[in-house]
């Protein structure tokens, strides 16, 4: 029997801020090599140091797998409780420096799909140069599957979109969406469509244009069988209004998104009916950082100007 088995209680004098360090960045990286590298420590000095923690919690805490470690479900428990605790302590550290809007600097850092820049950044950005001229922001659009580690790690401060394989985030729902037809609204169909919700017939009889990186909408398409349809592929949301104001192409997008197209007039927003319901875009962060002063600004702020109704998990 390994002697873990033997250990019947925490030792707690055994359990420093290293070492919790540690366990933390061993459970974001999920790899003790690459956990070395970011604390700055040796292989051998990083095995001691983790073989100390697992003999004082009585636990193995990770487990091998190809590529790296995977926690164990004690692991798990703890590691909500490890991150609140060091978000909490880096705060007070930090509670000095505290965050005025109006004479702040700094550089808030966001992950956007373009139709997610779209839809946010304009009063976002008009928010943001009213009450905090220092701040400046960056969008950009990262893997999902990278999407928590950056937010552990600070690479990025927020998450926002409809994200529900995100795990181990904290987050706020913000809004409730569904996909639409917008075509314009001189479109060789339009009168004969009218204004009721298509059928899947109809959607046949429709040329589309669609967006490389928003892959939510190639999969209701390939669902409906309607890929066929596809006459145009765009690689960003950018040209979409353009495109269908002066051609016979409809796109399937977000209604708040098809709802910002200008000029109003120009554009029809068909309903239709489709395997996918209404959906949640949410705001995402890591506990780790939440309690940072202009973190906590940055928040407020984002659900103040986007939430329609608040759900935190």
């Known amino acids: 029997m390994h002697r873990l088995s033997f250990i019947h209680e925490t030792n707690m004098r055994e359990v420093d801020l290293n070492l919790l360090r540690l366990f933390d960045t061993v459970y974001r990286t999920r790899n003790i090599s690459r956990a070395a590298e970011e604390l700055d420590m040796s292989q051998p000095a990083t095995s001691q140091a983790l073989t100390r923690l697992r003999l004082a919690l009585g636990d193995h805490l990770f487990e091998r797998t190809p590529g790296g470690v995977r926690p164990t479900p004690r692991a798990e428990r703890l590691a909500r409780s490890v991150q609140a605790g060091l978000a909490l302590l880096e705060a007070g550290l930090a509670d000095d420096d505290a965050f ?47 999407i928590v580690q950056a937010l552990d790690n600070g690479l ?9 394989e995100l795990v181990d985030t904290v987050k706020v729902d913000l809004l409730t969406d569904r996909y639409v037809l917008v075509m314009r609204s001189d479109h060789p169909l ?24 928003h892959a939510q909408t190639r999969r209701i398409l390939h669902s409906l069988n309607l890929e066929n349809q596809i006459q145009l592929e765009t690689s960003t949301f950018l040209a979409l209004p353009s495109i269908v104001r002066q051609t016979d192409l409809a796109v399937l997008i977000p209604k708040a998104i098809a709802m910002g197209f200008e000029p109003a007039k120009r554009f029809r927003i068909v309903e239709a009916r489709l395997p996918a319901g209404d959906f949640t875009v949410a705001l995402h962060w890591s506990r780790r950082h939440e309690h940072l002063p202009m973190l906590r600004w940055a928040r407020e702020l984002l659900i103040g100007l986007f939430r329609s109704s608040t759900k935190r998990t």
């Open 100 to 146: 005025e809007p109006a004479t702040s600097s700094g550089q808030l850092r966001l992950h956007l799909t373009d139709i997610g820049e779209a839809r946010f950044l304009p009063a976002l950005m008009s928010e943001v140069r009213r009450a905090a001229p220092g701040i400046r922001v960056h969008a950009s659009t990262w893997p999902k599957e990278d």
């Open 190 to 213: 339009a009168d004969s469509l009218g204004r009721r919700t298509l059928n899947l017939d109809q959607l046949r009889r429709l040329d589309l244009v669609s967006v490389q990186s």
């Open 156 to 164: 990025i401060h927020f998450a926002i979109g409809f994200l529900p």
